[in-house]
């Protein structure tokens, strides 16, 4: 403890004085006869001595100005748990802050903290931040601030959206002891180990004793790149720090327009550093993706921005039957380069064409039939990419002139003569070259550079690709213009040209290794890479040109304007560039080639750091409580209570010994009575002393999580808004609690939820006896039809599977005739007049036990719904609600609310509102 006003101390010394004054007092009255004769017999000479005072009111009056002295003195409280000296007390004081991405969960304590540093000390105060400027400054040591200018400016500055540099503030460390300061620093810690570590500690050390502030307990967690798998599916990962214990995170899949295509819970293995999982979407769906979002991690490391790199484009390969064997077949090359990035689809083209597409892709013979060559000739002028493979079944067609509209699909009618094979890009000459025949080369050629205009400019031809065979093109004086890809001796292997909106490119060798070894390199895969980002309209940048910033994430996780640091970058360098000042994190380019660079492509595996100087918790460094108004506040109150003794007993209405008991037992019971609710006693559970709402655990962490934050929300919300008083919620398991406790059970479906006859049980007697359960199954309306898939109404698509877990569930229930819920139900007029019954989603119906049941007195046992309340309703640690409300918004909330509201009192009250309508009736009853 410590005091203001030191000084005023020393009017304690006036106590003893009090004490020998308020020692004495006058003598009390005395009640005598007044017979004459008697008095004057009495009278002579006597010495009064005057009567002391009780010892229970000398000790009052002194603990009363004593009390009021120390009161005026100042005396603050200090909460240093740790017993040692408090940086900045007694010497100037260096705070090295920590304002890196991994600050953002827990900046607000890490400024409580560092306020609570403030508090303690007189001195001008010195300021380090660790991660670089938004102007790209390197952190430097500030001027000595005042506190309380000092904490004016903190209140206004946000972490950044990179990583720190702990060796540049070991360099301004190491300048501010050359120039002689030396004091006490306190190094407010975001957890995580960095490469420069030891300097960094090494330049604290210098300048004093080092007090650390630093939570080991907080959760650290980024979205960083999945391990290779092979498969064709999304893979997020989350890397973060290895704890004793395993843990489940959320990942959601959310669209460009912000809407929420999948939740994905990724399993993080006890001591492990990441966990990964696959985001399990059609590919419709998946190319909507325009960013994954960690769950309960604001800022930039919970995000990652997805670009055209990670669309995975639906690819058709239409199949000739009889050339599809193993290891050599027409289509084992393609689909061994296309598959890791594109969807493969095989099969007939009438079958490909019917869905969308971004490629086909015809090996030799795959349109020889004039049916299939008119519907692909319609589907490519619509925009489509048709890949060509030649081979020794491709006739050349002298007659075709690229550049000619073609009128050919348009004849429709049965009774037209067969098309001929127009979709080439150039006009081909009859027969083939090849080594040693008629139009043969001495040797195998290789492959030219690739054209600028071509898209695969800027990938390296490797030296050992070489063409013994091919199809050749009829030369022609603008035949350059249609050739991507050339031999060394100057002959087209990839010819292009415009058909409608769409394109045809052609390979003048076959998919297979027959006539090149092409398909054998990585060229090919690169070659077919390049060809299904144009497909959608996407020019790749070539590797080394530069990439603006476009938009950037801010310290919230948000896109905002690039900082005024922010440069280009080259388009090969994505994915291995860490975020910095000059790189921050967002979307670079222009939009038929942008790129994503995201915070956790470099950051490598998290691990937490080593202690520097003496550690301690944030929570270490609360705020000091200052003890002098409370202390004068008690001097005042004993004051008055002296006052008020005092006349009583000068009034003889209260003997010394009764006024000393009063007094004792005020004192007794101010200091015996709780300044909280006394605990329960062993084996009463708390719902016993309290009304709480009760939540049926499910088993998955996420979705219990959110059902305790939602019906903390709902109490509170009920408290504030009316005369019920609820606790916080309880989650229970019906076979194993007691649920006499709880007027209401809120219970949501899980699609791998399961029920046991015991369990049916006592949620049966749990019904039967008042009890209500509120049956939510989250977004998902199991009415609609579909819902038992991916692809069902409304939510579905983010829980399949979940109508046929609520019919398991309900299964052995006794569930009364439903109805579903109106505005003249009374539940829509319990305590609010509501009209609709949203939760996080609107327009999905509420159902209700049919009115007029006489069972329980008319109410209803059972709510069911979909609108997902408990997201609606959620409020977290911070305060905040983390869960959109659609469409509406905070309009939406409100009433989701009020449908909270007027559920509680109607579990609690039943249907003394429906009683009251017949209220009219029954005095016009009575007048008669």
């Not at 009017?11 to 004054?21: D, E, G, K, R, T």
């Not at 205009?453 to 490797?462: E, I, N, Q, R, Y």
Request: glycine share 10%; proline share 10%.
């Amino acid at each position: 403890m410590i005091f203001q006003l030191p000084w005023l101390l020393a009017a304690l010394a006036i106590l003893p004085v009090l004490w020998l004054l308020l020692r004495t007092l006058p003598p009390p009255p005395q009640r005598r006869a007044f017979p004459a004769i008697m008095l004057l017999r009495g009278l002579r000479a006597r010495v009064t001595q005057a009567a002391t005072a009780p010892l229970w009111l000398l000790l009052l009056r002194c603990a009363a100005l004593g009390a009021l002295i120390v009161g005026l003195a100042g005396p603050v409280l200090r909460q240093d748990r740790t017993g040692q000296s408090t940086p900045g007390q007694d010497a100037e004081l260096t705070v090295v802050l920590d304002n890196g991405w991994a600050a953002v969960p827990d900046w607000s304590r890490r400024l409580a903290a560092v306020d609570a540093l403030l508090d303690r000390t007189t001195h001008p105060v010195r300021l380090l931040t660790t991660a670089p400027g938004p102007a790209g400054e390197a952190p430097s040591v500030g001027a000595p601030t005042p506190p309380s200018l000092l904490r004016g400016m903190l209140d206004s500055t946000r972490p950044m959206p990179w990583p720190t540099d702990r060796a540049a503030a070991a360099q301004a460390l190491r300048d501010l002891a050359s120039s002689g300061w030396h004091g006490q620093i306190a190094y407010v810690s975001d957890g995580l180990a960095a490469s420069d570590d030891p300097a960094f500690a090494a330049a604290l050390a210098t300048l004093g004793p080092v007090r650390t502030l630093i939570d080991r307990e907080a959760t650290v967690a980024a979205l960083t790149p999945a391990p290779p798998t092979g498969d064709q599916q999304l893979h997020v990962a989350v890397g973060t720090l290895p704890t004793p214990h395993p843990r489940q995170f959320t990942v959601r899949a959310e669209a460009t327009d912000g809407g929420v295509l999948s939740l994905v819970p990724v399993p993080v293995a006890a001591d492990a550093r990441q966990g990964t999982a696959a985001v399990t979407l059609p590919a419709e769906l998946r190319n909507r993706i325009g960013r994954l979002v960690l769950r309960d991690m604001p800022g930039p490391a919970g995000v990652r921005l997805l670009d055209e790199g990670d669309r995975r484009r639906p690819v058709g390969l239409i199949g000739v039957a009889g050339t599809d064997t193993p290891l050599v077949g027409t289509l084992f090359y393609l689909r061994r380069a296309l598959s890791p990035t594109a969807e493969l689809r095989e099969g007939p083209a009438a079958n490909l064409l019917a869905r969308p597409l971004s490629i086909l892709i015809a090996p030799d013979g795959a349109l020889g039939s004039p049916d299939t060559r008119r519907a692909v000739t319609d589907w490519v002028r619509k925009g489509g990419m048709l890949i060509r493979f030649a081979g020794p079944l491709l006739n050349g067609s002298p007659d075709h002139d690229p550049t000619a509209p073609d009128n050919s699909a348009d004849a429709g009618a049965p009774s037209s003569p067969p098309l001929p094979d127009t979709l080439l890009p150039v006009p081909l000459m009859a027969g083939e070259r090849q080594l040693g025949g008629a139009m043969s080369w001495g040797k195998p050629e290789h492959l030219a550079p690739f054209p600028d205009d071509s898209p695969f400019h800027g990938l390296a031809v490797p030296t050992d690709v070489t063409v013994s065979r091919q199809v050749l093109a009829r030369p022609a004086a603008d035949l350059a213009t249609y050739s991507w890809a050339r031999l060394t001796d100057g002959t087209p292997l990839v010819t292009h040209a415009a058909l409608g909106a769409g394109e045809i490119v052609l390979f003048h060798v076959t998919s297979t290794a027959e006539w090149s070894n092409l398909p054998l390199s990585g060229l090919f895969v690169d070659m077919l890479r390049r060809l299904a980002e144009r497909s959608v309209g996407v020019d790749a940048p070539a590797d080394h040109s530069l990439l603006a910033p476009y938009m950037t994430l801010d310290a919230d996780g948000a896109l905002a304007p690039p900082p005024p640091a922010a440069r280009a970058l080259p388009a090969d360098a994505f994915g291995t560039t860490p975020a910095s000042a000059a790189h921050p994190p967002g979307l670079y380019g222009p939009r038929a080639s942008r790129r994503a660079l995201n915070l956790g492509d470099a950051i490598g595996p998290l691990a937490p750091q080593s202690t520097i100087g003496h550690e301690v918790t944030l929570g270490g460094q609360s705020r000091d409580r200052a003890l002098g108004p409370w202390l004068v506040a008690a001097a005042l109150l004993l004051l008055a209570l002296d006052a008020v003794l005092t006349l009583l007993l000068r009034a003889g209405l209260l003997s010394g010994r009764r006024a000393g008991a009063l007094v004792g037992a005020m004192l007794l019971a101010t200091l015996s009575s709780p300044t909280h609710a006394q605990p329960a006693p062993d084996g009463v559970p708390g719902a016993a002393l309290e009304t709480r709402l009760g939540y049926i655990l499910t088993g998955h962490a996420d979705i219990d999580a959110v059902s305790r934050e939602g019906l903390q929300g709902l109490s509170d919300y009920t408290n504030a808004r009316t005369s019920a008083v609820l606790g916080h919620p309880d989650g229970v398991v019906p076979d194993r609690d007691d649920l006499s406790y709880y007027p209401m059970l809120y219970w949501p479906v899980a699609a791998d939820a399961t029920i046991d006859p015991a369990r049916t049980a006592a949620l049966n007697a749990y019904m039967r006896h008042g009890g209500i359960l509120l049956i939510d199954s989250q977004g998902v309306d199991p009415a609609a039809p579909g819902t038992d898939t991916a692809q069902g109404a409304g939510f579905a698509a983010q829980a399949p599977g979940t109508a046929a877990a609520l019919r398991r569930m309900t299964r052995g229930l006794d569930v009364p005739p439903l109805t579903r819920l109106t505005d003249r139900h009374v539940l829509a007029h319990t305590f609010y007049l509501l009209h609709s019954f949203p939760g996080r989603y609107d327009g999905l119906p509420v159902w209700v036990a049919r009115e007029g049941d006489s069972a329980n007195d008319g109410v209803s046992p059972v709510i069911i719904g979909s609108s997902d309340w408990a997201h609606a309703w959620a409020v977290d640690a911070q305060g905040d609600t983390p869960y959109a409300t659609v469409p509406d918004g905070a309009a939406q909330r409100v009433t989701a609310y009020r449908f909270g509201v007027n559920a509680v009192l109607y579990a609690l009250t039943g249907n003394y509102k429906a009683d009251q309508v017949h209220v009219p009736a029954l005095l016009r009853r009575l007048g008669e």
